[in-house]
């Protein structure tokens, strides 16, 4: 495992590497593997740390752990009381949390070892976090073998262009988690959120398509230096950026509080019964969103994703009944009062559903967990014996924030 100067951490991956540690509201244990004094990952831990905390962390190359204990005293007391400096991982307890603070770089071989050799140190469903080089046309060893592991056990992973080089960032869980711990956890940092100022963001896909849009116009102005057409995909950019808004949402702090999974308008509250999902009956809340909508979508609950499945059906306009039987992706989330289930479907003008929470990850109540390409509709499947709505058809929610029902 080493690192260089250009295989660094910045302050976007930093974050996006202790974002599984910066979300436990409780009292909770973490390792760092690899510090380096003054690096944005061992900065980024810290401002996670809250009182109860309990951080280990251990020297990584070209460093000592005099260095580190060090840079942990010039941190001030509320630091020094929970950080402790070990020589080795070897001195480290099994841990909540587990991040490699240096980019794996080494062959397929070296990375299971290492992956192989922390799994020890990892307490029961606890999350190993850590990353490779995602530069194009890379295939190193590192990079290979880290997507395997993601394919058979990430919860969670995450690119981050904004660094140098660009990095994959995945999270790793060996050991089941329980649905219940997701009520612990506020929503996490990501990457895909690019933030414009300190209230609004923007989805990356809405990045890359007005980048597209501005692309389309500077090669229609050289091409047609003459003509004005260039104007056109030049000032679509903008309103194809503001689709994928993505604003800062309060959530509610109230655990009987079940939130809305999109912006829009509510279509109907009605009581249903799917096969699917089980023999139960459920309290569907279904939400119509316009083309002036937000579209990303956020979890309606804390809970564990078991299942996610995509199936399909057609394309009718999202406020019409038949939408009900259109090309649509259900998230299944195992929550502490039963099984709850959002389905994203497509609309008329939308063909694209963007998920990003695989099976097995913990969501929190009000996460960002994917989006809708253009005008849709969102479904929240509850319990029916165990929820009350608190909505009604023609009522306006806002993802994330608008109170939908309440638990019993």
């Known amino acids: 495992m080493t690192a260089s100067p250009a295989h660094m951490f910045g302050e976007r991956a930093a974050r996006t590497l202790t974002a599984e540690l910066a979300r436990h509201a409780a009292p909770k244990t973490a390792l760092?593997?690899?510090?380096?004094?003054?690096?944005?990952?061992?900065?980024?831990?810290?401002?996670?740390?809250?009182?109860?905390?309990?951080?280990?962390?251990?020297p990584g190359a070209g460093t000592t752990s005099a260095d580190l204990r060090a840079h942990v005293h010039q941190q001030g007391q509320w630091i020094v009381?929970?950080?402790?400096?070990?020589?080795?991982?070897?001195e480290a307890d099994p841990a909540q949390v587990v991040i490699v603070a240096e980019p794996l770089t080494g062959s397929a071989d070296d990375t299971r070892a290492t992956i192989d050799g922390l799994a020890k140190y990892l307490a029961d469903g606890a999350v190993l976090a850590?990353?490779?080089?995602a530069l194009p046309g890379f295939t190193g060893g590192a990079a290979a073998e880290l997507d395997r592991q993601a394919a058979l056990f990430g919860v969670g992973s995450d690119l981050v262009?904004?660094?140098?080089?660009?990095?994959?960032?995945?999270?790793?869980?060996?050991?089941?988690a329980e649905a219940a711990?997701?009520?612990?956890?506020?929503?996490?940092?990501?990457?895909?959120?690019?933030?414009?100022?300190?209230?609004?963001?923007?989805?990356?896909?809405?990045?890359?398509?007005?980048?597209?849009?501005?692309?389309?116009?500077?090669?229609?102005?050289?091409?047609?230096?003459?003509?004005?057409?260039?104007?056109?995909?030049?000032?679509?950019?903008?309103?194809?950026?503001?689709f994928f808004r993505d604003p800062e949402r309060d959530v509610p702090e109230d655990p009987s509080a079940v939130v809305a999974a999109s912006d829009g308008k509510v279509l109907s509250v009605e009581r249903v019964t799917d096969e699917r999902f089980g023999d139960s009956e459920f309290l569907r809340v279904a939400v119509f969103l316009s083309v002036l909508d937000v579209h990303v979508n956020r979890s309606p609950v804390a809970g564990k994703v078991v299942d996610y499945f995509v199936t399909d059906g057609g394309y009718a306009a999202a406020m019409n009944p038949a939408a009900e039987h259109n090309v649509a992706a259900y998230t299944?989330?195992?929550?502490?009062?039963?099984?709850?289930?959002?389905?994203?479907?497509?609309?008329?003008?939308a063909r694209r559903i963007v998920q990003r929470a695989p099976?097995?990850?913990?969501?929190?109540?009000?996460?960002?967990?994917?989006?809708?390409?253009?005008?849709?509709r969102t479904d929240v499947y509850l319990p029916a014996g165990t929820a009350d709505a608190l909505v009604a058809p023609g009522d306006r929610v806002v993802g994330g924030s608008s109170v939908i029902a309440r638990w019993r």
């Not at 003054?38 to 401002?47: I, K, P, Q, T, W």
């Not at 262009?161 to 089941?176: I, Y």
């Not at 195992?334 to 609309?347: K, L, P």
């Open 32 to 58: 760092v593997v690899g510090a380096a004094p003054g690096s944005e990952v061992l900065r980024a831990a810290f401002d996670a740390l809250l009182p109860g905390d309990a951080l280990v962390v251990t």
């Open 81 to 90: 009381d929970r950080v402790r400096v070990a020589e080795s991982v070897g």
């Open 130 to 133: 850590l990353a490779a080089p």
């Open 161 to 176: 262009l904004a660094n140098r080089p660009p990095v994959r960032v995945h999270r790793l869980r060996f050991s089941p």
């Open 181 to 242: 711990a997701a009520e612990q956890l506020a929503p996490a940092y990501r990457p895909s959120s690019v933030p414009l100022t300190r209230s609004m963001h923007i989805d990356s896909n809405g990045v890359v398509a007005a980048g597209i849009a501005l692309g389309v116009a500077a090669l229609t102005r050289r091409a047609r230096p003459s003509s004005k057409l260039w104007l056109m995909p030049a000032l679509a950019a903008l309103p194809v950026a503001a």
């Open 332 to 349: 299944v989330l195992d929550t502490a009062r039963g099984t709850v289930v959002v389905a994203q479907r497509t609309g008329l003008i």
């Open 359 to 376: 099976v097995g990850a913990l969501l929190a109540r009000g996460e960002r967990f994917g989006l809708i390409r253009f005008g849709s």
